[in-house]
């Protein structure tokens, strides 16, 4: 764990650059500094180091993840210690036992660079995993006083497309709707806009069924949807609200017998900079060097 450690560090500072560093740590309006690394150099630098310093069980990992998150003099190491929690040769520890892991890097980091791709690529696939015990943990979140925790709660799901647990997906969207805070409309926006690839529809209506959503969740919700969309008529489209009894529900399961008319096509696509997964960081931010910032950055 040490080797890998300090192999990290020191690979890292070998690609310093000061004059990027400082535009990045500005961008990233970050008081920890940077050494200026592009995300692509800093993956490269992360997988070469991952496979020659292979880590022999799970309590190792978690370790090596820590150290490198709470003992980073440079932004960029707490980036390798999140590429670390997502290296494949280590996916099989993903596990529900994993969210505590993930709950201390969203409230110690605090900032979306981190908490996004925690909540889209950590927290949202050891849901669809086990949905029995992660549920439970992000219906707290979505009324916990942690913005980030709020925030992962909203844009967990932004991957899960006809997997989207709509009950949970209501509670943590409902459950910010009036909050003032720019990155929890911005994020209520985002989880919206992504569902509607899904199912235009069920958006559309969401939206127009909760007027205390602000200017900001609503435009970006509908963003891609135009305004000729046909989602039928009221009783033909699936409401947005709870599903009756307290059953959970996919979005499959919202759909059966009330197909939406425009599904498929209405949606339209989402910017890079709003694709999980893919550059979403922006030019400068650890994901993506090379994409535009993301709006959440360029206020």
Same mark, same amino acid.
């Given at each position: 764990?040490?080797?890998?450690?300090?192999?990290?560090?020191? /690979? =890292?500072?070998?690609?310093?650059?000061?004059?990027?560093?400082?535009?990045?740590?500005?961008?990233?309006?970050?008081?920890?500094?940077?050494?200026?690394?592009? +995300?692509?150099?800093?993956?490269?630098? *992360?997988?070469?180091?991952?496979?020659?310093?292979?880590?022999?069980?799970?309590?190792?990992?978690?370790?090596?993840?820590?150290?490198?998150? !709470?003992?980073?003099?440079?932004?960029?190491?707490?980036?390798?210690?999140?590429?670390?929690?997502? !290296?494949?040769?280590?996916?099989?520890?993903?596990? +529900?036992?994993?969210?505590?892991?993930?709950?201390?890097?969203?409230?110690?980091? *605090?900032?979306?660079?981190?908490?996004?791709?925690?909540?889209?690529?950590?927290?949202?696939?050891?849901?669809? +995993?086990?949905?029995?015990?992660?549920?439970?943990?992000?219906?707290?979140?979505? /009324?916990?006083?942690?913005?980030?925790?709020?925030?992962?709660?909203?844009?967990?799901?932004?991957?899960?497309?006809?997997?989207?647990?709509?009950?949970?997906?209501?509670? *943590?969207?409902?459950?910010? *709707?009036?909050?003032?805070?720019?990155? =929890?409309?911005?994020?209520?926006?985002?989880?919206?806009?992504?569902?509607?690839?899904?199912?235009?529809?069920?958006?559309?209506?969401?939206?127009?069924? !909760?007027?205390?959503?602000?200017? =900001?969740?609503?435009?970006?919700?509908?963003?891609?949807?135009?305004?000729?969309?046909?989602?039928?008529?009221?009783?033909?489209?699936?409401?947005? /609200?709870?599903?009756?009894?307290?059953?959970?529900?996919?979005?499959?399961?919202?759909?059966?017998?009330?197909?939406?008319?425009?599904?498929?096509? /209405?949606?339209?696509?989402?910017?890079?900079?709003?694709?999980?997964?893919?550059?979403?960081?922006?030019?400068?931010?650890?994901?993506?060097?090379?994409?535009?910032?993301?709006?959440?950055?360029?206020?």
């Amino acid at each position: 764990m040490r080797e890998l450690v300090r192999a990290v560090r020191a /690979g =890292l500072a070998e690609l310093t650059d000061p004059v990027r560093a400082e535009r990045m740590r500005r961008y990233m309006k970050s008081a920890m500094p940077f050494r200026g690394v592009p +995300a692509p150099e800093r993956r490269r630098l *992360a997988r070469r180091l991952f496979q020659e310093h292979p880590l022999s069980d799970v309590d190792e990992w978690l370790r090596a993840v820590r150290e490198l998150w !709470h003992g980073a003099a440079f932004r960029e190491e707490r980036y390798v210690a999140v590429d670390l929690t997502g !290296h494949r040769a280590y996916a099989g520890w993903q596990t +529900a036992e994993l969210v505590p892991l993930y709950e201390e890097l969203i409230v110690t980091g *605090a900032w979306w660079d981190f908490v996004d791709e925690i909540a889209v690529q950590r927290i949202g696939p050891i849901l669809r +995993a086990d949905p029995a015990s992660v549920t439970p943990v992000l219906r707290r979140w979505a /009324g916990d006083e942690d913005r980030w925790k709020r925030r992962t709660a909203v844009i967990c799901q932004l991957t899960s497309a006809e997997a989207t647990d709509l009950d949970l997906l209501v509670h *943590a969207v409902t459950a910010s *709707a009036r909050d003032p805070d720019f990155f =929890l409309r911005k994020g209520i926006g985002w989880a919206l806009r992504q569902y509607a690839r899904t199912d235009p529809g069920w958006v559309r209506s969401f939206v127009a069924e !909760h007027p205390e959503l602000s200017a =900001l969740s609503r435009r970006e919700a509908l963003k891609h949807l135009g305004d000729g969309g046909d989602t039928g008529s009221p009783d033909s489209r699936p409401r947005a /609200g709870p599903a009756p009894g307290g059953t959970p529900r996919t979005a499959a399961s919202a759909r059966a017998g009330h197909p939406t008319r425009d599904r498929g096509g /209405g949606a339209g696509s989402t910017s890079p900079t709003d694709e999980p997964g893919k550059d979403h960081a922006g030019r400068l931010g650890p994901h993506g060097a090379g994409a535009r910032a993301p709006p959440e950055a360029r206020r």
